[in-house]
């Protein structure tokens, strides 16, 4: 089945910018999808089709996708970004939606 | 605005069988115009797609699964549901619904229900 690899956790300053990659068998061949997750609540998408933003998304939400490797890039990070973000695909081949491993996003 | 609840038991014994409804308000399960999800998040864990269903009655589900799973709609309810069966400690979860948006084989899930933990014990 289709693997995507993310890293653990990414600690950024307010202000700064926050880049969280996904890596997967030649990604950049499919649609990825991007979700925040806060504590104990729902998921909410932040970004679809590989750079699409959902109407009410900041546009400091950005996300780019090539080769083995999707990212999904916070600009000027707030303290109210600080959550669980998880990348999405649907794996054709065997019609499946596969979710990333998770990124703990950090603001110091 | 289109809203999605689960609901359900929050606790089931071992071996037995955990089923939850989906209602949908705001908006008519039956328009055709989405497919409809449930997805679960073990405590501290990440998220992992159980499978979908279509106004048809056609469904997909995850093959891990599959032979213990079972999602069907409702129509005149505006709801759908999930019924596991042969539950273990390993199906605790919290379980979402989630509308199903885009295009075949680019879909993502573009509005989730607020999530219900049920949990597997004696």
């Known amino acids: 089945s289709y693997v995507l690899t993310q890293p653990p956790s990414v600690s950024v300053a307010p202000g700064q910018t926050a880049r969280i990659t996904c890596g997967g068998n030649?990604?950049?061949?499919?649609?990825v999808h991007w979700y925040q997750q806060k504590p104990g609540q729902a998921p909410v998408l932040v970004v679809y089709?590989?750079?699409d933003r959902p109407s009410g998304i900041p546009e400091r939400f950005s996300g780019s996708n090539s080769g083995n490797t999707a990212t999904l890039t916070i600009s000027r990070v707030e303290a109210g970004d600080e959550a669980d973000y998880y990348c999405?695909?649907?794996?054709?081949?065997?019609?499946?939606?596969?979710f990333g491993t998770g990124t703990k996003v950090t603001v110091l | 605005q289109v809203q999605l609840q689960e609901s359900g038991p929050g606790l089931v014994k071992p071996s037995q069988t955990l089923s939850l409804t989906c209602t949908v308000s705001?908006?008519?399960?039956?328009?055709?115009?989405?497919?409809w999800s449930w997805i679960r998040q073990p405590p501290g864990k990440g998220l992992e797609w159980i499978g979908y269903?279509?106004?048809?009655?056609?469904?997909y589900y995850n093959p891990s699964l599959q032979s213990r799973l079972t999602i069907s709609l409702d129509a005149s309810k505006n709801q759908f549901s999930l019924k596991l069966t042969s539950v273990t400690a390993a199906d605790t979860a919290v379980y979402y619904c989630?509308?199903?948006?885009?295009?075949?084989?680019?879909?993502?899930?573009?509005?989730w229900g607020r999530g219900t933990l049920v949990t597997v014990s004696s």
């Open positions: 989630a509308r199903v948006g885009g295009t075949r084989s680019y879909w993502y899930f573009d509005l």
């Open positions: 999405q695909v649907w794996d054709s081949n065997s019609d499946l939606g596969v």
């Open positions: 705001g908006g008519s399960i039956s328009s055709g115009d989405y497919y």
């Open positions: 030649n990604i950049g061949s499919k649609s």
């Open positions: 269903i279509y106004y048809s009655g056609s469904t």
């Open positions: 089709d590989d750079s």
